[in-house]
């Protein structure tokens, strides 16, 4: 069973929105997650990030005021909420799930990944 799965992708106009979904599986491990993005020959960057027992958040500087990470717990997945979209959020999105929290900069510490999916944003 894969445990993390993510969806919502697809390709959108600039200024318009978004919402990704991450299906985590039973007994994954999830005491902090987070999504991450990579674009084409650019290094894979920290979006957001929760700990979701304390529901707090932190954001990247270039996606804060826009973008919004959530939780449903009943339903076991996490979310990415992305409005006022610009070209350069062009990128494969991915969630990542770890009980050590580790910071949204030391993508390495992350141990487990979904499998990605694509927004691109046209301008």
């Known amino acids: 069973q894969v445990p993390l799965v993510e969806s919502g992708g697809g390709s959108v106009q600039a200024g318009g929105s978004l919402r990704l979904s991450c299906a985590v599986s039973d007994n994954t491990p999830t005491n902090c997650m987070a999504w991450f993005r990579q674009a084409p020959g650019k290094e894979r960057e920290g979006v957001a990030r929760i700990v979701r027992t304390a529901r707090y958040t932190a954001y990247a500087d270039s996606v804060k005021g826009r973008f919004t990470i959530s939780q449903d717990s009943a339903k076991n997945t996490l979310y990415l909420q992305m409005n006022s979209l610009k070209p350069e959020d062009t990128a494969m999105y991915y969630c990542?799930?770890?009980?050590?929290?580790?910071?949204?900069?030391?993508?390495?510490?992350?141990?487990?990944w979904g499998q990605g999916t694509q927004v691109t944003v046209s301008s």
């Open positions: 990542a799930a770890d009980d050590d929290c580790p910071p949204l900069v030391r993508d390495d510490k992350w141990g487990i």
